[in-house]
Nanobody, 118 residues
Framework: QVKLVESGGGLVQPGGSLRLSCAASGLTFSLYDVSWYRQPPGKERELVATVTDTSGSTNYADSVKGRFTISRDNTKYTVYLQMNGLKPEDTAVYYC???????????WGQGTQVTVSS
């Protein structure tokens, strides 16, 4: 019933840009904080960015500050991750995560592959 579906990944050259989308269904979207995580090959999953509401309570990992922007559109039930100035070390599977603001309920998307290579 609850689904988070990521899209927008792909192959991009260093210095390029991608916009990832996370489309939600089956939940009251505005009651969830949404984050992007990523998992590089052979490494553990790490937090990239979080947005708590539409007005923009956001946080970013140091490695992406100034390059990535997280945003949400509650009317479209979608969260975005705009990625600029991509580097090879950004290569990873990127996952969307939604956490209920009033309890421990949380959900994961299936992931989308981002590959940064010349």
């Amino acid at each position: 019933q609850v689904k988070l579906v990521e899209s927008g990944g792909g192959l991009v050259q260093p210095g390029g840009s991608l916009r990832l989308s996370c489309a939600a269904s089956g939940l009251t979207f505005s009651l969830y904080d949404v984050s992007w995580y990523r998992q590089p090959p052979g490494k553990e999953r790490e937090l990239v960015a979080t947005v708590t509401d539409t007005s923009g309570s956001t946080n970013y990992a140091d490695s992406v500050k100034g390059r990535f922007t997280i945003s949400r559109d509650n009317t479209k039930y979608t969260v975005y991750l705009q990625m600029n100035g991509l580097k090879p070390e950004d290569t990873a599977v990127y996952y969307c995560h939604a956490k209920f603001q009033l309890g421990s309920l949380n959900y994961w998307g299936q992931g989308t592959q981002v590959t940064v290579s010349s």
